[in-house]
């Protein structure tokens, strides 16, 4: 004679409002110069600048802080002993330095035009900013926050990676459908490996002796040895 209780669990209305979508990107296109492909800038990551701040999370306390940067806040790295957060401004054309103590920003660097990606060497002496339309990597001093040299690299510089040992950095060209590759003793460009349509995200492994380039048109990744510079696979995805 056992009787089941009758459920009487009510679950909660979703009450949830999305909010209304009014973030305007940049209207800055590229052109794919073999196909004639318009490809939107803001799709290329870390381009997508969309307010004028970035957000802290405190972890141990659960909260989250706000910091006002140039305007369109794009790519950001911070450096290995989590001093200094660096900030790509896309429409501004600056770097904002930011103390990660106080919340405060401490320097503004003017860099090339339309900054996107941002990497940080491994000891962190230097910072490295591509910049999609001038076509170049800004090259910062950590102390002094100035900067102390600009590299050519190929059409619309995104995606940058620095190698674990610091010797070389790598830069994925969305429309030259390259990767550059500099000496980070010289500030000289070593080599350029073909890659796939599109290439953006581009990360080294741990030991440094491979790295991953997404290519977003081909859908696939692209893996290149770095003793040799070689394509040795392309993955796709």
Not at 94 to 106: A, H, Y
Not at 116 to 126: Q, S
């Amino acid at each position: 004679n056992v009787t089941e209780p009758e459920n009487n669990v009510t679950e909660p209305e979703n009450n949830l409002t999305e909010l209304e979508e009014n973030l305007t990107l940049p209207e800055i296109n590229i052109t794919d110069p073999e196909t004639n492909e318009i490809i939107p800038v803001s799709l290329v990551p870390p381009t997508i600048g969309t307010n004028n701040e970035i957000s802290v999370f405190n972890e141990p306390t659960n909260t989250t802080s706000t910091v006002n940067v140039g305007p369109d806040a794009g790519g950001v790295a911070v450096s290995p002993d989590g001093t200094n957060v660096y900030v790509t401004n896309v429409n501004d054309n600056t770097v904002s330095v930011i103390d990660s103590v106080t919340n405060n920003i401490v320097a503004t660097v003017n860099v090339g035009e339309y900054p996107a990606g941002i990497a940080v060497n491994p000891d962190g002496t230097y910072v490295y900013v591509t910049n999609i339309i001038s076509n170049t990597v800004t090259i910062i001093n950590t102390i002094t926050n100035n900067v102390v040299a600009t590299v050519d690299v190929g059409e619309s510089p995104a995606g940058i990676a620095v190698s674990p040992d610091g010797t070389h950095v790598y830069v994925t060209n969305v429309v030259s459908n390259t990767v550059t590759i500099i000496n980070t003793i010289t500030n000289n460009v070593v080599a350029t490996v073909d890659v796939g349509e599109c290439p953006s995200g581009i990360a080294v492994n741990p030991d440094g002796t491979y790295v991953y380039v997404t290519n977003i048109i081909s859908n696939t990744v692209t893996i290149i040895n770095t003793i040799t510079n070689n394509v040795v696979a392309t993955v796709d995805v």
